[in-house]
């Protein structure tokens, strides 16, 4: 019987060593080696498709574009601003919210930074802000520009309101009747006017005219185009045959005056034939109303008769409104009637100073 012959000691300790070795490197591979690679290939598809969607705090979506820097999910505050310095300033902040599996820096390209809305670039948080030329608070923004073109100078009230009340009129010596007079300067000022223009002097006649103020009928007794602004701030021009006080009452009315005639057709482009002739339809001071949109109007006045300015005909009235881009504009009394006031100033330079008048047309708050 055969004995079995053993290993020597020195052979076994070089197996053992060899084991050992094949073990660590076995542990290397899957520890270390594939998780890399595996890492890697996520990092390389995270950056080629990464989007970050933002939503405004006006509701619009925003898209833009990210870089991976590292490996967790995260949720960042952004201003409009730090998004997108190029583009137009907003202090309104915006909350982004990152959905992937890495933590990412927004770079300075967004598709589009919303603007903020006309009105809130136009009011203020309650605060009143005024200058010369400049009026804003929380439900009206003003600006008064004055122009000087071929030999005729004019004023533009630029006129935004919240509410319609804050455009309101008055009569002199806060009495309805005819022959009851005060200059525009004191009917503003007693009003608390911001900025005011004369009316259409309905007190040369008692009985001749519409007259609808803040609401309240006095007179129907239509002579000509007929202005009417209603309750929910829009504005429309009725012809003499037309114009029905019962109707435009139950449809809301809450001002209206009779003077004109109206200066824009219905697509907004000027009027160039006036059924008017002689003196009135010539070169004169002007005083009209024009409306944008409900809640955007303007005054303007131009001044006449004098070596600085020669005034404008009712053609010449009309397409200057036309330019303003208005979608309806309306002439007021003129010649020495036409005053345009703002704070407690008068803003234009009247005729001989100007002339009392019947009644005004005022923005307050």
Known sequence: MSKNKLLSVPLLIAIDILLIGVGLCVFALFHHVLPSIQQANVSQTASSSSTLHVIASSGNEQSISVEPTAAEAVTTTLTNESVAPEASA????????????????????????????????????GEVISTETTYKSANVS???????????????QDIYIKNVENLKTAFAQDSYGKGIRDTVLNMATENNAIAAINGD??????????????????RSNPTGDVLVMFYDGTMAVYSESAF?????????????????????????????????????????????IGYFEPGHYCFVTVDGRSDASEG????????????????LAYNLDG???SVMTFGDEIVNVPVSGGRTSSDIIYITE
């Open 90 to 125: 907003s202090a309104t902040q915006t909350t982004a919210t990152i959905e992937t599996s890495a933590t990412y820096t927004a770079t300075a390209t967004a598709t589009a930074t919303p603007a903020p809305t006309e009105q809130d670039s136009l009011f203020t948080d």
């Open 142 to 156: 003003i600006t008064v520009t004055e122009y000087d073109i071929n030999g005729v100078v004019y004023y533009v």
């Open 201 to 218: 002097y309905y007190g040369t006649s008692s009985s001749n005219g519409v007259v609808i103020r803040n609401g309240v009928l006095y």
């Open 244 to 288: 029905d006080a019962d109707e435009v009452m139950a449809q809301g009315a809450y001002q209206a005056w009779c003077f004109g005639p109206s200066l824009l057709n219905d697509d907004g482009t000027a009027v160039t034939s006036f059924s008017v002739r002689g003196h009135v339809a010539s070169d004169n001071p002007r005083t009209g």
């Open 312 to 327: 404008v005909s009712l053609k010449e009235f009309a397409a200057l409104f036309e330019s303003l881009g208005c979608k």
């Open 335 to 337: 010649g020495k009637t």
